[in-house]
């Protein structure tokens, strides 16, 4: 699976403030530290950083580029933000996001389908997310009719079930989930990511409930994930369960990620 490092995400307060005053120091660290990690993508939001987001992304995106290797995958809803960031990458980028928001595919889909990069698309439209797993698939549809309209293939789309928290709707992670496997079996080359920390807000121990919540998403085929790498007893739970359910040849990643002190228990630390 691949592993979105989060942290560098203007709704964060460390991290707005960080953008607001051109703090290079603070973000080069965090991109760092989350490749070290194990972030094969790094996610870059400057949506509330100084009121110009264009020039906070390109600014952002510029910052991480000189310290680190790995692609951005740029988290934007403006389309002009997005195309800007889009034209300073180094590497081909994740792009983040469309959804079945008409003005949203109309605005981000081209920039995708000439960049030839892949996309995440959020299950929600102009009616916001629906509630019940029959429409979210429905919107999928949707939108994976004009990804295809556009030219771009299926295996280049990562659709994100959008998960909400689960404090105030019991079957949050169980609607993400079932979208994802229903959606699997209609369009077996789509792909699937999630953003997983906002399953937690408002509990107490949240990393337990990411963990609980990262297992039973790769169970259902979750091809990438937004998640904080730093979070030690996360990435634990990554490594064992891709052993688990047969993704790792040999325990091979497993055996290495401990070795190199990827995979670290408390007791020892
Ligand atoms: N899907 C897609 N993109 C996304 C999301 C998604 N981008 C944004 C978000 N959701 C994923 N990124 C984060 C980044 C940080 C945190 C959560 C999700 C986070 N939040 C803490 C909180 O909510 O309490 C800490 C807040 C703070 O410290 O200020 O850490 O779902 N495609």
């Not at 081209?110 to 959020?122: D, F, H, K, M």
């Not at 079996?185 to 920390?197: A, C, I, N, R, Y």
């Amino acid at each position: 699976m691949l592993i979105i490092g989060e942290k560098l995400n203007g709704t964060l307060k460390k991290t707005a403030a960080a953008i607001a005053a051109r703090d290079t120091a603070f973000v080069q660290d965090m991109a760092k530290r989350q490749v070290e990690a194990g972030a094969d993508y790094l996610d870059v939001n400057a949506g509330t950083g100084t009121g110009n987001e264009t020039l906070d992304l390109v600014w952002l995106v510029e910052t991480v580029q000189a310290v680190v290797e790995v692609p951005l995958c740029l988290d934007s809803a403006d389309a002009v933000a997005m195309k800007s960031a889009m034209e300073c990458v180094q590497r081909t980028p994740l792009v983040n996001s469309i959804s079945g928001e008409v003005k949203r595919i109309d605005a981000i889909l081209p920039l995708v389908a000439q960049q030839g990069s892949p996309v995440i698309a959020l299950l929600l439209d102009e009616g916001g997310i629906p509630p019940d797993v029959a429409s979210r698939i429905h919107v999928g549809r949707r939108i994976l009719e004009r990804t295809r309209q556009a030219g771009v293939p299926d295996e280049r789309v990562y659709i994100d079930p959008l998960a909400l928290t689960i404090s105030t709707n019991t079957e949050g992670a169980m609607i993400a989930i079932e979208s994802m496997r229903q959606l699997r079996q209609e369009f077996p080359e789509v792909k699937f990511s999630l953003g997983l920390s906002n399953i937690s807000f408002g509990l107490p121990a949240r990393t337990l409930v990411n963990q609980a919540f990262l297992a039973q998403a790769l169970a259902a085929g979750l091809d990438a994930a937004i998640i904080n790498p730093l979070e030690q007893g996360l990435m634990n739970m990554l490594y064992a369960t891709e052993l688990i359910l047969g993704r790792d040849r040999y325990c091979r990643r497993y055996t290495t990620a401990f070795r190199s002190g990827k995979i670290k228990l408390e007791s020892q630390a």
